[in-house]
C-alpha cells in the first residue's frame, strides 16, 4: 500500500533554515505529483508546495514563495521542501501528499 514517511522536521530559530523529507512507497512514484501541506495550531490545513512527476513543474502557496523550494529524487522515491527563512508563523505539522494518501507529519516550530 502507499506509505509516506515525513522526517527533517524540529525547533529553529527565526530566519533559520530546514528541510524536510518524504520518502515514498507502495505507488509509481516517478510518475506522480507529490504535494506539501501544513497544519498550524487552531488553523485548517493547508497546501504550501507541489511538484509533477517529473519535478518540471513547481508551485508554491504565496506566503512560501522564494523562501521555500521542493523538489525531488527519483531515484530513490523520494520529495524534500528546503525552507529557508523561517518565520514563526511557519510553525506548523507538515505533511507530504499524493492523491488521498497522507503521512504522519512532521513538526517545525520557529521560535527564538
Known amino acids: 500500500q502507499v506509505q509516506l514517511v515525513e522526517s527533517g522536521g524540529g525547533l529553529v530559530q527565526p530566519g533559520g533554515s530546514l528541510t524536510l523529507s518524504c520518502a515514498a512507497s507502495?505507488?509509481?512514484?516517478?510518475?506522480?505529483?507529490m504535494r506539501w501541506y501544513r497544519q498550524a495550531p487552531g488553523k485548517e490545513r493547508e497546501w504550501v508546495a507541489g511538484?509533477?512527476?517529473?519535478?518540471?513543474?513547481?508551485g508554491y502557496f504565496d506566503s512560501v514563495k522564494d523562501r521555500f523550494t521542493v523538489f525531488r529524487d527519483n531515484a530513490v522515491n523520494t520529495v524534500l521542501l528546503q525552507m529557508n527563512s523561517l518565520k514563526p508563523e511557519d510553525t506548523a505539522v507538515y505533511y507530504c501528499?499524493?492523491?488521498?494518501?497522507w503521512g504522519q507529519g512532521t513538526q517545525v516550530t520557529v521560535s527564538s
Open positions: 501528499n499524493t492523491n488521498s494518501s
Open positions: 507502495g505507488f509509481t512514484f516517478s510518475t506522480s505529483t
Open positions: 511538484i509533477d512527476g517529473r519535478g518540471a513543474l513547481r
